[in-house]
């Protein structure tokens, strides 16, 4: 039985513990969140079992007509903390599940949620970064006022033995005698849970994603090869959007582990191609903040600043220390006296403000700074009623290049819908 094989059935066996001791929450509008939140405001019970929230809120913090909007994949692409929620938070900080009921689709991005107040569940693909397989991947999850759970899997696997004394092919792939094991890419396990505190949230997340077709061979005769070509990831965050008032800011950081390499009778080799393995450690902070707003309209300023440290392995002596700035904007309105309509637009860029690179092998360092093309987008949201909402955006990359104000590697479309119960 291999790692991850085990490591999938330790998730498994955990949410099934935990989903035997759970009940059913029931679900509510997304108005009556907000009377609930309300209401705790003024309750001295520190254990008020509220969504997200800890009972100390104000009324006139998050809160507001804008932020108790659940929207797509197409708003806030920036990550501005200020903005209102949307499903990729939802899948960051699973607690904020809870109590909500409502199914979700996205046929662009080739995604679908349905939420069932407590249990949710996800269908989503997953891309290797390093070449163009895909993979389907189911995630499973509970969520509770002030807690959530979920895990995650998507798999591709394959198994031959060969009996025989010679070479075999099988399907145009040839087959030493032994066994052939083989992990397609995008082989993806993950997990995330989230638990609210103190009027905070705080969350943590691992994946393991096989980023690269890798086989595994072991013959009867001659060298056992086994080829990685792997990362593992451990991300944790917090964050005061429970009871921010108009500043709202996330700290976190991510670790990351990206293998590349040969091993042939236990001894290894880097490749080095495309990518030579490494460790990367990188903190980070995000804000956002309002700075004009009324009933109608209101405007985001947001900005994050990531700082990040990659070793990498032997025989590679090298490494990079990197600074990137992500300065943003965003602005959204309502249109009509009923405020079913809305359109957001929304601006942003990276900015790599310091980047060192120092190889020891090779004797040399490099030091440079780049502001990288500014990206926009614009959407609008349709809502019918209290349990039917459209989202569809449209956005770009833009001063690409002289005369380059629509390329085809920039551009992106999202459309979604989302049925509330």
Do not use: C
């Not at 900005?303 to 025989?315: C, H, K, L, T, V």
Request: charged share 20%; hydrophobic share 40%.
């Amino acid at each position: 039985m291999n790692l991850k094989t085990m490591f999938g059935i330790g998730l498994v066996s955990f949410g099934v513990a935990f989903a035997q001791d759970a009940t059913t929450a029931p679900s509510y509008s997304e108005q009556q969140l907000q009377q609930q939140e309300e209401q705790a405001a003024s309750s001295e019970s520190l254990t008020a079992p509220v969504p997200f929230v800890a009972p100390e809120i104000p009324k006139e913090s998050r809160r507001t007509p804008f932020n108790a909007i659940l929207h797509g994949k197409s708003y806030n692409r920036n990550s501005n903390m200020a903005a209102a929620n949307n499903t990729d938070l939802l899948l960051d900080f699973p607690n904020l599940f809870a109590n909500r009921k409502f199914f979700y689709i996205e046929p662009v991005n080739k995604l679908g949620i349905v939420s069932l107040g407590s249990f949710f569940t996800a269908f989503d693909i997953s891309d290797a970064p390093h070449d163009d397989s895909q993979l389907g991947r189911l995630t499973l999850g509970y969520a509770a006022p002030g807690f959530g759970f979920y895990i995650r899997a998507g798999l591709g696997r394959d198994r031959v033995s060969n009996d025989g004394n010679g070479s075999v092919t099988v399907e145009g792939d040839e087959v030493a005698p032994g066994v052939k094991s083989k992990t397609f890419g995008g082989d993806d396990w993950a997990a995330a849970i989230a638990k609210s505190f103190l009027g905070m949230n705080i969350a943590a997340n691992v994946d393991w994603l096989t980023t690269k077709t890798q086989t595994h061979t072991d013959p009867d005769l001659g060298a056992e090869t086994e080829d990685r070509f792997d990362s593992l990831t451990v991300g944790l965050s917090l964050t005061n959007a429970p009871t921010a008032k108009n500043f709202t800011w996330t700290l976190g950081a991510r670790f990351v582990s990206f293998n590349n390499e040969t091993e042939i009778d236990g001894d290894v080799k880097q490749p080095g191609t495309p990518i030579p393995s490494y460790w990367d450690l990188a903190p980070y902070i995000r804000g956002g903040l309002s700075v004009l707003e009324n009933e109608n309209a209101r405007i985001l300023l947001g900005a994050a600043a990531i700082f990040s440290y990659r070793n990498f392995d032997d025989p590679v002596d090298m490494y990079a220390l990197t600074a990137v700035l992500q300065p943003s904007m965003m602005g959204e309105v309502f249109v009509g006296e009923n405020k079913n309509l809305m359109f957001y637009g929304e601006v942003g860029y990276d900015w790599v403000a310091f980047r060192y690179v120092k190889n020891k092998n090779a004797d040399y360092s490099k030091m440079m700074d780049k502001m990288d093309a500014v990206n926009a987008s614009i959407g609008f949201r349709y809502q019918y009623k209290d349990f039917l909402a459209v989202e569809m955006g449209l956005g770009q990359k833009l001063f690409t290049g002289l005369g380059n104000y629509f390329q085809a590697d920039g551009t992106f479309i999202d459309f979604s819908a989302m049925v509330r119960f």
